[in-house]
């Protein structure tokens, strides 16, 4: 079984335009150096970006079905207090999650995309966790709060009694004005240490600058759990090997029951296809047992996911 733990639908109406024309700046630069193109922001938005577009991620699936993943976790980001709020509400943007995990249901998980500081977030949540089905929480502290800030206490103790995960976006951004520091794995960690009921999957493993500062978190705290998303890219980058003895390493350090195969698509699926992407896991060599292979595929997200209780 394959689980892809970190998703992102292209639905019109869900981004701000500020923060599309910000982001295609580093999106394009990026597909550029990947691809050896020379596309315009501009361009990469209407002749990459805008052709992933579904509403009912039916063009998902199929990817899906095409890379052999069986399940995978979905989720929008809320944006909305930075940039001002998109077309579609986050509200509305959770149940538009919901109701196309329901039109996929066995393939899809969606979590709840929230940002702690909104007025009436907690009756929000309360309903998508008991009437919509959703099963997570979506932080991106880089919109303006801190991690381990009281403001976001509720989200942590909600999802302490719900028994649900919080993904937690650790990392890098583009050229948008987030705040890089708040999204440092450290912050997160002692917010977790505080929540030791809490399970905190730490989105990017941290990325490229930072994943020993989240690997250090997963180390320690048995409540932390990170996921493989985006890293498509550096794998891209890096020569013939470096990526799996980089997986062996951050596996030797947390255990293969602490990590998650994932995505972040849209964007890294264009630098490296799904199917090449699960083909990296499932052809990891002798180095790594059948049994970690199963944890980082499936195993752990399993776990965090509930779906055997
Ligand atoms: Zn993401």
Request: charged fraction near 25%; include cysteine.
């Amino acid at each position: 079984m394959i689980i892809d733990m970190h998703r992102h639908l292209v639905v019109k109406g869900t981004v701000q335009g500020a923060y599309i024309q910000g982001a295609a700046k580093s999106f394009s630069m990026m597909y550029n150096k990947a691809n050896k193109t020379s596309l315009t922001p501009r361009q990469y938005i209407d002749d990459v970006i805008r052709k992933e577009t579904d509403d009912h991620a039916d063009n998902i699936i199929v990817e899906m079905d095409a890379a052999g993943v069986d399940l995978t976790v979905i989720f929008a980001v809320d944006y909305g207090l930075l940039f001002g709020e998109p077309p579609i509400h986050i509200f509305d943007q959770n149940k538009l999650y919901a109701d196309v995990a329901k039109r996929h249901a066995g393939r899809m998980i969606p979590f709840m995309a929230i940002d702690p500081r909104r007025k009436g977030a907690l009756k929000h949540c309360e309903q998508a966790y008991h009437e919509w089905g959703m099963k997570g929480f979506k932080l991106h502290a880089g919109t303006g709060y801190m991690p381990d800030d009281p403001v976001c206490n509720w989200v942590y103790e909600k999802a302490s009694e719900w028994k649900i995960p919080i993904m937690c976006h650790t990392g890098g951004a583009p050229s948008v004005a987030l705040r890089w520091e708040n999204s440092r794995p450290a912050y997160f960690a002692s917010a977790a240490a505080r929540y030791p009921e809490a399970d905190f999957i730490f989105a990017h493993a941290g990325d490229i600058g930072w994943w020993p500062e989240a690997m250090q978190a997963a180390a320690w705290l048995p409540n932390v759990y990170l996921d493989l998303s985006l890293w498509q890219k550096p794998y891209r980058k890096m020569r013939e090997g470096e990526f799996q003895k980089w997986l062996r390493h951050l596996t030797d350090m947390t255990g293969a029951d602490k990590l998650m195969f994932a995505t972040d698509a849209p964007h890294p699926n264009l630098h490296c296809r799904l199917p090449d992407w699960v083909k990296v896991f499932t052809g990891l060599g002798k180095e790594f047992s059948a049994e970690e292979k199963e944890m980082i595929l499936s195993g752990t997200a399993r776990k965090v996911l509930k779906l055997d209780a």
